[in-house]
């Protein structure tokens, strides 16, 4: 049995915070400690009712003055595309035909997934991010590559195998048979291996002949506890083209409906352009919008509309996440500062609470893995990050006016990144200091 007591100052959440007093929302210790056993969270809570738990002579960490959460959840980004990150195009499409579909068909190649995923799995544990919503490339290899380096690991993430059958280069295309099949080999081989957990994913529709998508819904209805992740309503041009790809589906959102593939474990990245129609389904099924801001500003997919999504009669579940490559940054800290940004120029308001519930049980909670992550709750994985607010010069002159723990949340989201990052926790293990050196 191995045992570990993490001292700091404690933030978790026990659901949304409505505003920024909201106190009922999250517990604070000012001098808590987190109390593992063998990967799992024992006891948490303030210093001196933990440190009574724990038996003599356990390791102790005192990572005091800093913060201590849940581990961060990223859910919606694509693994192949970190050497896609940052590349110049004018909206989604271009950038898929002239950068991603490109370097995807790299992953063909085994060893150079192998290579990628060590530095994927690098750059989670350098920002916080102990779980993660993955899409791999169309081939097998690639899956194969990314849920071995998670097992070696011991990180709980979510990824595909990706299945697209059409509109992309013939080297980046499946059939709807083979992507059945390589699916259903992924999740022979991985799904439950470790912390690992396989998601059904057809890339979108305008990649997916009618056949694929009827394969992948029956994927969904043979694995029903499965999580399944797509695209969807991300831009004006690619709503327009799949529309007219499928011309007896009632608008995008009725496609993925027709192959049944809305539920609670559906997780729809984007999810902007959503008509009211479209977003009653999205509420009566239970799926997941997933917002991706550094991705749509980058992009200029468009704005999310936060607000208009969950304070509806109908209101319809959110989940927050970086889209790499899209997106720009891996760091959960600066897709929230981006979220703000964008609900401000929509004239509505996003508190820090309501951040970093987001980036922890928020995000858990759409992915169906709260009583595992995204809490300090015993009993649950120990996966911890550790904040540093004063991380840089400008941070540290900044905290000398800080006075509210709000007011500190809004500086580490404002002006954060890796740097941040004291220690990332995986299963209860040091894992950003320990991070090695690339080859």
């Given at each position: 049995?191995?045992?570990?007591?993490?001292?700091?100052?404690?933030?978790?959440?026990?659901?949304?915070?409505?505003?920024?007093?909201?106190?009922?929302?999250?517990?604070y210790?000012?001098?808590?400690?987190?109390?593992?056993?063998?990967?799992?969270?024992?006891?948490?809570?303030?210093?001196?009712?933990?440190?009574?738990?724990?038996?003599?002579?356990?390791?102790?960490?005192?990572?005091?003055?800093?913060?201590?959460?849940?581990?961060?959840?990223?859910?919606?980004?694509?693994?192949?595309?970190?050497?896609?990150?940052?590349?110049?195009?004018?909206?989604?499409?271009?950038?898929?035909?002239?950068?991603?579909f490109?370097?995807?068909?790299?992953?063909?190649?085994?060893?150079?997934?192998?290579?990628?995923?060590?530095?994927?799995?690098?750059?989670?544990?350098r920002?916080?991010t102990?779980?993660?919503?993955?899409?791999?490339?169309?081939?097998k290899?690639?899956?194969?590559?990314?849920?071995?380096?998670?097992?070696?690991?011991?990180?709980?993430?979510?990824?595909?195998?990706?299945?697209?059958?059409?509109?992309?280069?013939e080297?980046?295309?499946?059939?709807?048979?083979?992507?059945?099949?390589?699916t259903?080999?992924?999740?022979?081989?991985?799904?439950?291996?470790?912390?690992?957990?396989?998601?059904?994913?057809?890339?979108?529709?305008?990649?997916?002949?009618?056949?694929?998508?009827?394969?992948?819904?029956a994927?969904?209805?043979?694995y029903?506890?499965?999580?399944?992740?797509?695209?969807?309503?991300?831009?004006?041009?690619?709503?327009?083209?799949t529309?007219?790809?499928?011309?007896?589906a009632?608008?995008?959102?009725?496609?993925?409906d027709?192959?049944?593939?809305?539920?609670?474990?559906?997780?729809?990245?984007?999810c902007?352009?959503?008509s009211?129609?479209?977003?009653?389904?999205?509420?009566?099924?239970?799926?997941?919008?997933?917002?991706?801001?550094?991705?749509?500003?980058?992009?200029?997919?468009?704005?999310?509309?936060?607000?208009?999504?969950t304070?509806?009669?109908?209101?319809?579940?959110?989940?927050?996440?970086?889209?790499?490559?899209g997106?720009?940054?891996?760091?959960?800290?600066?897709?929230?500062?981006?979220?703000?940004?964008?609900?401000?120029?929509?004239?509505?308001?996003?508190?820090?609470?309501?951040?970093?519930?987001f980036?922890?049980?928020?995000?858990?909670e759409?992915?169906?893995?709260?009583?595992?992550?995204?809490?300090?709750?015993?009993?649950?994985?120990a996966d911890?990050?550790?904040?540093?607010a004063?991380?840089?010069?400008?941070?540290?002159?900044?905290?000398?006016a800080?006075?509210?723990?709000?007011?500190?949340?809004?500086?580490?989201?404002?002006?954060?990144?890796?740097?941040?990052?004291?220690?990332?926790?995986?299963?209860?293990?040091?894992s950003?200091?320990?991070?090695?050196?690339?080859?």
């Amino acid at each position: 049995m191995t045992s570990l007591l993490i001292r700091g100052r404690l933030l978790s959440f026990k659901r949304a915070p409505l505003s920024r007093d909201d106190a009922a929302s999250y517990s604070y210790e000012p001098d808590g400690a987190v109390l593992v056993v063998d990967g799992t969270i024992r006891a948490s809570g303030s210093y001196g009712e933990v440190i009574e738990e724990a038996e003599d002579g356990v390791p102790e960490v005192d990572h005091r003055p800093h913060l201590i959460l849940p581990g961060f959840i990223d859910t919606h980004l694509h693994f192949p595309q970190m050497q896609v990150i940052g590349s110049y195009a004018a909206n989604l499409l271009e950038w898929l035909n002239t950068y991603t579909f490109i370097e995807e068909q790299r992953f063909a190649d085994p060893a150079h997934g192998a290579r990628i995923a060590v530095r994927f799995f690098d750059e989670m544990l350098r920002h916080g991010t102990t779980t993660a919503v993955a899409n791999c490339s169309v081939h097998k290899a690639s899956a194969d590559a990314f849920f071995a380096e998670s097992l070696k690991r011991n990180m709980r993430m979510i990824a595909g195998k990706v299945m697209m059958d059409r509109n992309a280069p013939e080297a980046l295309r499946d059939t709807a048979r083979s992507g059945y099949d390589d699916t259903k080999q992924v999740i022979s081989d991985w799904h439950g291996k470790g912390r690992n957990h396989v998601a059904i994913t057809p890339r979108f529709a305008i990649t997916s002949t009618p056949e694929q998508m009827e394969a992948s819904g029956a994927l969904a209805r043979e694995y029903p506890d499965l999580h399944v992740q797509t695209h969807l309503s991300e831009n004006r041009e690619e709503i327009e083209f799949t529309c007219s790809l499928y011309p007896d589906a009632k608008d995008y959102t009725d496609i993925y409906d027709r192959y049944g593939l809305l539920g609670p474990k559906s997780l729809f990245g984007h999810c902007i352009h959503l008509s009211d129609r479209e977003a009653d389904v999205m509420s009566e099924s239970g799926s997941v919008a997933v917002h991706c801001p550094t991705s749509n500003l980058f992009l200029g997919s468009g704005l999310f509309p936060l607000r208009r999504l969950t304070q509806r009669e109908k209101p319809v579940r959110v989940a927050f996440a970086t889209d790499i490559g899209g997106g720009t940054s891996y760091s959960m800290l600066r897709t929230l500062d981006e979220a703000y940004k964008i609900q401000q120029l929509l004239g509505e308001r996003l508190n820090p609470f309501e951040s970093f519930y987001f980036a922890t049980l928020g995000n858990a909670e759409a992915l169906s893995l709260s009583d595992r992550i995204g809490t300090l709750e015993p009993g649950t994985d120990a996966d911890l990050v550790v904040l540093n607010a004063a991380a840089t010069p400008a941070m540290a002159l900044k905290m000398e006016a800080v006075s509210t723990l709000s007011e500190e949340l809004f500086l580490l989201q404002t002006l954060g990144d890796d740097r941040s990052v004291v220690e990332t926790y995986v299963a209860g293990k040091a894992s950003k200091s320990t991070i090695g050196i690339a080859g």
